[in-house]
């Protein structure tokens, strides 16, 4: 089992619907969370992070934490074609250790 | 600006040719490491490090050196590359203040034939 997984994609939705981007963590002791856009040909830009279990929102982004059940997820809401990108979710366990990145899921918003 | 900085950005060399990338941050960043990204398999952390004279190991050290000299460098350094190394490269830097959220420099994409 990898010890990050994301759904394989790539996901296509329309503009205006919501984007679901869905990450599962193996590691218990996983502590930060944090979820990067990554344009082709570009580096990653760090969208929303999270540490405790629930929701927190920023403009159009929700970031969920479920530690239970070792799941993150990021919700778009109001799709523009501009958030066409791969999407890439980090775990860190602590603050003195590595970072583990999921593969990422390319999203397509289409017009 | 506040930004991570990657030298060179392209390169092509050859089989066992020392080379070095540079990375420099100017944040004042303790956290500072070293990835790379091939296609399918994500970005893979190579090596890290907390603070100067202070490096660990990511999950593909194989083949690589790092040093942290100066808290804002942290070259990477290929003794032999060989072609399994051709790979796009990023550095980042974090804030153990900012909750290590990274910033990553724009990439080196390096070519071993």
């Known amino acids: 089992q990898k010890e990050v997984e994301q759904n394989s994609g790539p996901l296509s939705v329309p503009e205006g619907a919501i984007a679901s981007l869905n990450c599962t963590y193996s590691?218990?002791?996983?502590?930060?969370f944090f979820w990067y856009r990554q344009y082709s040909g570009k580096s990653p830009e760090l969208i929303m992070f999270i540490y405790s279990n629930g929701d927190k929102e920023d403009g159009r982004f929700t970031a969920q934490l479920n530690k239970a059940s070792q799941y993150v997820s990021l919700l778009i809401r109001d799709s523009q074609p501009s958030d066409s990108a791969t999407y890439l979710c980090a775990v860190i366990k602590t603050s003195y250790d590595k970072v583990i990145f999921g593969p990422g899921t390319s999203l397509s918003v289409i017009p | 600006e506040a930004q991570v900085t990657q030298n060179p950005r392209y390169l092509i060399t050859v089989t066992g040719k020392k080379l070095t990338v540079t990375c420099s941050q100017n944040m004042n960043h303790e956290y500072m490491s070293w990835y790379r990204q091939d296609p399918g398999l994500g970005l893979r952390q190579i090596y890290y490090s907390m603070n100067v004279e202070v490096t660990d190991k990511g999950d593909v050290p194989e083949g690589y050196k790092v040093s942290r000299k100066e808290k804002r460098n942290f070259p990477l350094i290929l003794e032999s590359p060989s072609p399994n190394q051709t790979s796009l490269y990023f550095c980042?830097?974090?804030?153990?203040?900012?909750?290590?959220?990274?910033?990553f420099g724009p990439g080196t994409r390096l070519t071993v034939t």
């Open positions: 590691d218990r002791g996983s502590q930060s």
């Open positions: 980042a830097s974090s804030s153990a203040d900012s909750s290590y959220e990274q910033y």
